[in-house]
Every structure is written in structure tokens, then in C-alpha cells.
């Protein structure tokens, strides 16, 4: 091997301000992306259940769906359908009961115009998080 190729390889390429400038926000922007998507994971429903504000939209229909297999990693979710809102997820406390007795109580609704609780960290795109339905009871 020549000397003047294994120097060439020896080399490192020094960043120039340039080249750090254009870095430093891509950067940003990545962990800003992954704090913000672990943070709203985490944080929102507890936040959605505390900081809410009140829409009135009539219920016309409810649903449980359930995803993944029964395990840690399954996921289940009460949407709720209004024509006067976007569609609605349910995410208030279920203080004991299954999904499915809370979407039965929240069917006795269907066509009435109610008071919902919509949380106020909401993802784009999404079904709009309501943290609780006025005259939804969930007592024994």
C-alpha cells in the first residue's frame, strides 16, 4: 500500500460550522419527535382527565374495539360516534366496569345532544379524547 493512499484513509473529515448549523436542527427535531411521542403516551390521558373542557355533541352510536392479542400489549378503546363532533374516544376512568357495560350506558345517550369532557392535549388526525360524559353513570 502507497503512503499517500494510507494517509488519505487515516484522515477524518473535520465538521465546519456549516455543516454543524445544518445538523443541530435535524437533531432537534428528531428527540424533540420521540420525547413528544413517549410523553403523550405516558401524560395525556392522566392530563386529559385533569384539564378538560365541556362540548356538547349528540351520541349516535358506541363500540368497543379491542386490538392485539389478550396480553400486556393489547389495547382497548370506546369510541363514540357524533355527527356534530368529530368521532370520540372515551378515555375517562371505568371505576370497575368492562368496556362493554360502559359503551351499553353510553348507548342509553343515542340521539341525545350531551355535555362531553374533551381533553385538551389532542393528537391531529385522531379521535378527539373525552375524559368523561355528562349523566354518564358508573356506579355499581
Not at 10 to 31: A, F, N
Not at 106 to 118: L, N
Request: include cysteine.
Amino acid at each position: 500500500m502507497s503512503k499517500e493512499h494510507s494517509s488519505v484513509q487515516g484522515k477524518k473529515k473535520k465538521l465546519t460550522l456549516i455543516d454543524k448549523l445544518v445538523h443541530l436542527p435535524l437533531t432537534l427535531i428528531l428527540i424533540g419527535t420521540v420525547v413528544y411521542g413517549i410523553s403523550h403516551v405516558v401524560l395525556s390521558g392522566t392530563i386529559n382527565r385533569a384539564f378538560n373542557h365541556p362540548q356538547q355533541c349528540t351520541i349516535t352510536a358506541a363500540v368497543a374495539q379491542r386490538s392485539g392479542s389478550k396480553s400486556y400489549s393489547s389495547s382497548s378503546n370506546i369510541y363514540i360516534q357524533s355527527p356534530d363532533c368529530s368521532d370520540l374516544r372515551f378515555i375517562g376512568k371505568n371505576e370497575g366496569h368492562t368496556d362493554q357495560e360502559i359503551v351499553d350506558r353510553i348507548r342509553g345517550f343515542k340521539g341525545q345532544k350531551v355535555t362531553v369532557y374533551v381533553g385538551v392535549w389532542q393528537t391531529p388526525f385522531s379521535a378527539t379524547d373525552v375524559a368523561g360524559i355528562e349523566g354518564l353513570d358508573l356506579s355499581h
